[in-house]
């Protein structure tokens, strides 16, 4: 299951602009929202939330960053604070994501080509996490042929 959902991140890591399509609009309304999730064992974290919606589109365009128990995500409210203050946005998305009514978000400019949300940002954040997966699921998939065929692993290791 980790493999699988690195696999799923690498596929946005290896993701470049010239595979991305424009979705040009003017903004309808743009929010940002600061909830407070609990997980299964009762730990607290705070999760930033910015949802905004084009005139000329129905799709929810939505970002989520988990900030922790702290209250300051600086970036989103930037990101709302430029969504408002633009006539007009191009949000770049993949193409697959055209139909869905909440894509993948990897840049967004305004009308005079000022970016908001970096590619290169959006990449960045999906980097740990992808290497955590990786590992852990390679591990795992180790640790079983370890366990299932001991005696071939130390022949190999020998």
Not at 8 to 15: D, G, S, Y
Request: proline fraction near 3%; charge should be neutral; hydrophobic fraction near 40%.
């Amino acid at each position: 299951m980790c493999i699988g959902y690195a696999i799923v991140q690498l596929q946005a890591i290896w993701t470049f602009k010239s595979s991305l399509i424009p979705v040009r609009g003017t903004i309808e309304s743009a929010d940002i929202d600061i909830k407070t999730v609990t997980d299964r064992k009762g730990h607290k974290s705070q999760v930033s939330e910015v949802v905004f919606y084009l005139n000329e589109s129905k799709m929810k365009f939505q970002l989520a960053e988990n900030i922790g128990s702290g209250c300051a995500y600086d970036d989103h409210f930037e990101i709302v604070k430029g969504l408002k203050k633009s006539k007009s946005v191009t949000v770049w998305i993949k193409e697959r994501d055209l139909n869905e009514t909440g894509p993948e978000i990897f840049e967004i400019e305004n009308e005079n080509g000022y970016v908001l949300l970096d590619i290169e940002t959006v990449k960045a954040d999906k980097r740990p996490i992808t290497a955590f997966l990786l590992f852990m699921g390679m591990g795992s998939i180790v640790f079983f042929f370890w366990i299932k065929y001991p005696d071939k692993f130390r022949k190999v290791f020998s």
